[in-house]
């Protein structure tokens, strides 16, 4: 009975830091400016919103789309306020710096089978 609370407790243990590990590797994407990264955790179909237009894409248009945001405005960094977590899900807000100004940004990650993945990404001015 020790046994099977100890792989129990392991298994908890494991699942939160790997829980963590994914949105800790979005943001530093969103740091980078590197949507090659931040792709890797895409759900099938991803809602991104942007200040000039907002659309839900495939995991391969929302990383070209990311990518010429990113292209676009010139990242030079980004700063987490807040993270959290409900059951099932993740989120993150934080401020995107960019050469043109910084944007008020809103990631949000969904547990879909053993994974989190993101769902949504929201730029808005500041």
């Given amino acids: 009975m020790k046994r099977f609370f100890t792989l129990l407790a392991t298994t908890f243990i494991l ?7 994914s949105i800790d590797d979005v943001v530093t994407g969103l740091k980078n400016g590197d949507a090659a990264q931040i792709a890797k955790y895409f759900d099938n179909t991803v ?11 495939s995991k391969n248009q929302a990383e070209i789309v990311l990518k010429d945001f990113f292209a676009t405005n010139g990242v030079k960094g980004f700063e987490v306020i807040h993270k959290g977590e409900n059951p099932g899900s993740q989120y993150c807000i934080g401020t995107l710096v960019t050469k043109n100004g910084s944007f008020r940004t809103t990631v949000f990650m969904k547990q879909k089978s053993d994974k989190q993945v993101l769902q949504e990404i929201k730029f808005e001015n500041r």
């Fill in 15 to 21: 699942s939160s830091f790997t829980l963590y590990l």
């Fill in 47 to 57: 809602e991104i919103t942007m200040p000039d237009k907002s659309n839900n894409y």
